[in-house]
């Protein structure tokens, strides 16, 4: 069935070119501080997300070598259980592609091409979208594709989440969902994109699932005469065997396997969109220094919302210019239902923390799948509507209307990221030093702090995963009955006597009891070597901690302390 309206007859293959083009240009100057020092520079704002790609992408370029393993389990940290990868965030679907990248040029350059790619391609995956199935104007379609790829939700995440960057397959997700019945393949062909967006990110697939019904449904009432209902549910059962069946083992070992738990951490769906981020600027756009609001979100990777007033008023006029047209009705009321959806579960107005009242995502918080939601993501479902209504205006009235639609856009153009220097990778591990200590396959112990050090990550992805960790920066079953997740290893005793004397830097005398439990976490986790990187906070006091423990020195090797246990 045909919703979005008249289809265009295809000109100029060329101005297809030039808006992949444009958007790929864009891109790349908003990357080029990764670009410029791949080895030292991370993004600013969430370098341990960063870590953690790289060691997903180097995984996914050592499954591709013929490294071995599981590729849906992994024993390359959190030894020796291990981490359950469909649970966290594996992104195949991208890492393998790109493996050849990966295995020349390294995990950093491919987060950084990913990045550049993802907003890229989701801008001409809209643009396509928007030219073949709701306006003629190749300028409409680039302007509303454009901001659909760089939109203040999306650019956020190039700050550390690539799979929320890489968002190219939806478009084509909703195309073919709302396919003409001219389309005999259409239910085969969303079946095999849905299957391949679950190893992207299945979040932003159920996102989709979520707003594509609320969109249709809408629709459908609107042109209920109209609409080929048959068609639809015909592609939309065919889609759902293909995805099952392709899909099938890998979520039951996402949900049931090693590793499985239900839910992710307490914490993280309490994130939700403060009412003043709906009017403010991204810290990552050019209105980002004249927002007149504070501390509105959850972090810097988490401005989802941040449209800015002029946008939030345009979106509402063209609302209501366009009401009589059911596509931009429907595609409206979408936005409105995401973005209020996207609250959370308590109502906070400019001010991250102070809660006014229960929010309208607290009815849902707690249901299956429902509670593997962060909810200040949801309105990214609003991003496409708006920038439908963006294409529309454009189309209509260039002359009264683009001024309009480009003054509202100027304040939230992204900036180039914001990166910071993180410490030379020493010659421990690119020398490969470690080799001659982890000779019996054991674990190695990178001291840990807090679980958000993800210092061994960034080595260990540096290093090609040639070693397993202990420990690791990942979500698995925490100890509660009700199986929530939690973020890292549940704790043992050394992990949070070292943490203790990192925070502190006094080093106390360890009990008899400490020193059993050390040897027993040590056994427990197979260490063959303990590590302390030169950048250890209170490094003097942790080293002095570990001598004690141990009863023996370390050794001083390729800028990093080191206790052979395996000697």
């Not at 101005?15 to 410029?36: E, G, N």
């Not at 756009?285 to 972090?299: E, K, T």
């Not at 180039?416 to 200590?437: L, N």
């Not at 302390?532 to 001598?547: G, S, T």
Request: hydrophobic share 50%; net charge neutral; aromatic share 10%.
């Amino acid at each position: 069935m045909l919703l979005l309206g008249k289809r265009l007859v295809l000109g100029d293959r060329r101005w297809d070119l030039v808006a992949l083009a444009s958007f790929l240009l864009f891109a790349f100057v908003l990357t080029l501080p990764l670009w410029r020092d791949l080895d030292h520079a991370v993004p600013e704002a969430n370098q341990n997300d960063h870590a953690q790609f790289e060691f997903v992408l180097a995984r996914a370029a050592k499954l591709v070598s013929g490294g071995g393993g599981d590729w849906l389990l992994t024993g390359d940290m959190n030894a020796p259980l291990g981490v359950n990868m469909m649970a966290n965030t594996a992104v195949l679907g991208l890492g393998i592609p790109l493996a050849p990248v990966t295995l020349l040029a390294g995990p950093a350059a491919t987060f950084a091409l990913l990045v550049l790619l993802g907003m890229a391609l989701t801008a001409y995956g809209w643009y396509w979208v928007f030219s073949r199935r709701l306006v003629e104007s190749r300028l409409a379609a680039a302007i509303g594709g454009a901001f659909c790829g760089f939109a203040p939700g999306v650019v956020t995440h190039t700050q550390g989440h690539p799979n929320w960057v890489a968002l190219f397959l939806l478009p084509f997700v909703v195309h073919l969902l709302f396919a003409p019945a001219s389309n005999r393949y259409a239910g085969v062909l969303l079946g095999l994109i849905m299957s391949y967006q679950v190893f992207i990110n299945e979040e932003s697939l159920f996102f989709t699932g979520l707003g594509s019904a609320i969109f249709g449904t809408l629709y459908a009432l609107l042109r209920w005469n109209e609409v080929d209902k048959a068609r639809f549910f015909t592609n939309l059962g065919i889609a759902a065997a293909i995805t099952g069946v392709v899909a099938a083992y890998p979520l039951w070992v996402q949900f049931t396997g090693p590793g499985s738990y239900h839910g992710v951490p307490e914490f993280t769906t309490s994130y939700g969109n403060d009412l003043a981020s709906f009017f403010s600027f991204s810290t990552h756009s050019l209105g980002g220094s004249f927002s007149p609001f504070g501390n509105i979100a959850a972090n810097r990777t988490e401005e989802n919302a941040f449209f800015g007033v002029p946008l939030v008023i345009l979106f509402l006029a063209l609302a209501v210019i366009f009401r009589k047209r059911p596509v931009a009705l429907a595609a409206s009321c979408t936005a409105v239902v995401f973005a209020v959806l996207s609250i959370g579960r308590d109502i906070i107005i400019n001010g991250y923390g102070d809660v006014t009242a229960p929010g309208p995502w607290e009815p849902f918080a707690h249901l299956p799948l429902f509670d593997s939601v962060v909810p200040t993501r949801l309105v990214l479902v609003a991003i496409p509507c708006v920038g439908l209504l963006l294409a529309l205006a454009v189309e209509r009235s260039r002359t009264v209307l683009l001024p309009l639609v480009l003054a509202a856009l100027l304040p939230i153009v992204p900036l180039p990221m914001d990166t910071k220097q993180i410490p030379p990778i020493p010659a421990y591990i690119t020398g490969h030093e470690y080799r001659a200590q982890l000779t019996d396959g054991g674990s190695m112990l990178v001291v840990p702090g807090p679980w958000t050090d993800t210092t061994n990550l960034r080595w260990a992805a540096r290093s090609g995963l040639e070693f397993p960790l202990a420990l690791g920066y990942f979500i698995g079953p925490g100890p509660e009955e009700d199986g929530r997740g939690i973020f890292g290893p549940q704790k043992r005793p050394t992990h949070l006597l070292i943490a203790d004397v990192t925070a502190t830097g006094v080093t106390p005398v360890p009990t008899a009891e400490q020193r059993a439990a050390f040897a027993a976490d040590l056994a427990f986790w197979q260490t063959s070597v303990i590590v302390v990187p030169a950048e250890h906070q209170n490094r003097e006091a942790v080293k002095m901690l570990l001598a004690d423990l141990t009863g023996r020195p370390p050794t001083e090797i390729g800028g990093v302390t080191v206790w052979d246990i395996a000697r």
